[in-house]
């Protein structure tokens, strides 16, 4: 499969890409621990089959100091023993949040309450648009065939600026 595009070299898609990446920036710069965003991110990549996310928050998870381990168990961690009851809730909601066309009911009360149990209104925000933001990069990234393989850690670090 080949990329249909490269969203970054259309004028708009560069603009509306600066965009996106600010509100990323502004979830980076919260309260909620760097290496759960990550791994929060892996999971939806994951479900939705993006090569190209999967690849970029493997590598930066990595990067910030994350276990192989846990990042091989991270699409099997409710079977796994390597990751807090807080990173399991966040886990759960990456998973209920990406799926909504599976389940009537989108994300559960019990995942919900789940989530408050362990983090406080601004992680929980952060969370919230963690999910919806990461669902929406893997929509971009599989709609053009973009593959996995190439990211290297830090490589769009500077681009929000």
């Given amino acids: 499969m080949e990329p249909r595009m490269d969203l970054m070299t259309n004028e708009l898609g560069a603009k509306l890409g600066k965009r996106f990446a600010s509100v990323s920036l502004a979830i980076q710069q919260s309260s909620l621990p ?3 965003q990550e791994l929060v991110m892996l999971r939806a990549s994951q479900i939705n089959g993006c090569g190209w996310c999967v690849d970029f928050h493997t ?5 910030a100091g994350e276990s192989a381990v846990r990042l ?30 599976d389940a009537h009911q989108g994300v559960s009360d019990e ?24 669902n929406a ?25």
């Fill in 34 to 36: 760097r290496g759960l």
């Fill in 59 to 63: 590598k930066e998870a990595a990067a």
């Fill in 72 to 101: 091989n168990l991270t699409a099997a961690w409710r079977e796994s023993t390597v990751f807090t009851e807080a990173e399991r809730a966040a886990l759960a909601l990456s998973e209920e949040g990406t799926r909504l066309a």
């Fill in 111 to 134: 995942t919900w309450a789940w989530v408050r149990e362990h983090y406080d209104e601004d992680q929980t925000t952060a969370l919230v648009y963690l999910v919806a933001m990461i």
């Fill in 137 to 161: 990069a893997n929509r971009l990234g599989v709609i053009v065939h973009q593959r996995g393989g190439s990211y290297e850690p830090g490589m769009f670090a500077n681009t929000t600026n």
